[in-house]
T-cell receptor
Framework: GAVVSQHPSWVICKSGTSVKIECRSLDFQATTMFWYRQFPKQSLMLMATSNEGSKATYEQGVEKDKFLINHASLTLSTLTVTSAHPEDSSFYIC???????????????FGPGTRLTVT | QKEVEQNSGPLSVPEGAIASLNCTYSDRGSQSFFWYRQYSGKSPELIMFIYSNGDKEDGRFTAQLNKASQYVSLLIRDSQPSDSATYLCAVNSGGFKTIFGAGTRLFVKA
């Protein structure tokens, strides 16, 4: 159980265009989803936290108008990189956590990631 | 600032040896502790979680938690080359926000 998918797995886009990445929880209801970015040989960097039906909470330094997050249902969150630039090229990973009947259910399950290259 | 600290490594161990990965955290109120494995170019994969002081064993993996000393460790017995990866320690202090360490790179030599 606890499978999270991401689509697409990789994408190449031109500078100035927008790219949408989808994150889905396949076998559980994701009350909270997280979006991370990871540059080569660096650690995970949390970009934002989203709860179903409410606005995302962005980490300091992350432009909310550039990285649009929508968590419209308990199984789907999307990240849209608007007006992408080459410096936005990175590995974007979502994770999800949700209710599972346990007393503490804070383990995050990660999607396989989306590699974005902006040319 | 809540922090999770890990030695970046690389930690190099011979095949068959025990690999010991350590992590310290700053928030005494932390309740949940996780170890993730991340292969190069892949996303993290949850391998262990622990909530109570003491040891928790799962196959070749043992997680150890000492809340008084604010550290959590991961032991990998009979290390295999396929265990070579970056291991991320993660700590949750309640709520859904988890703080990740920067990770320790493990290299298991055949």
């Amino acid at each position: 159980g606890a499978v999270v998918s991401q689509h697409p797995s990789w994408v190449i886009c031109k500078s100035g265009t927008s790219v949408k990445i989808e994150c889905r929880s396949l076998d559980f209801q994701a009350t909270t989803m997280f979006w991370y970015r990871q540059f080569p040989k660096q650690s995970l960097m949390l970009m934002a936290t989203s709860n179903e039906g409410s606005k995302a909470t962005y980490e300091q330094g992350v432009e909310k108008d550039k990285f649009l997050i929508n968590h419209a249902s308990l199984t789907l969150s999307t990240l849209t990189v608007t007006s992408a630039h080459p410096e936005d090229s990175s590995f974007y990973i979502c994770s999800a956590t949700g209710t599972s009947g346990r007393a503490f259910s804070y383990e995050q399950y990660f999607g396989p990631g989306t590699r974005l290259t902006v040319t | 600032q809540k922090e999770v600290e890990q030695n970046s490594g690389p930690l190099s161990v011979p095949e068959g040896a025990i690999a010991s990965l350590n992590c310290t955290y700053s928030d005494r109120g932390s309740q949940s502790f996780f170890w993730y494995r991340q292969y190069s170019g892949k996303s993290p994969e949850l391998i262990m979680f622990i909530y109570s002081n003491g040891d928790k064993e799962d196959g070749r993996f043992t997680a150890q938690l000492n809340k008084a000393s604010q550290y959590v460790s991961l032991l990998i017995r009979d290390s295999q080359p396929s265990d070579s990866a970056t291991y991320l320690c993660a700590v949750n202090s309640g709520g859904f926000k988890t703080i990740f360490g920067a990770g320790t790179r493990l290299f298991v030599k055949a």
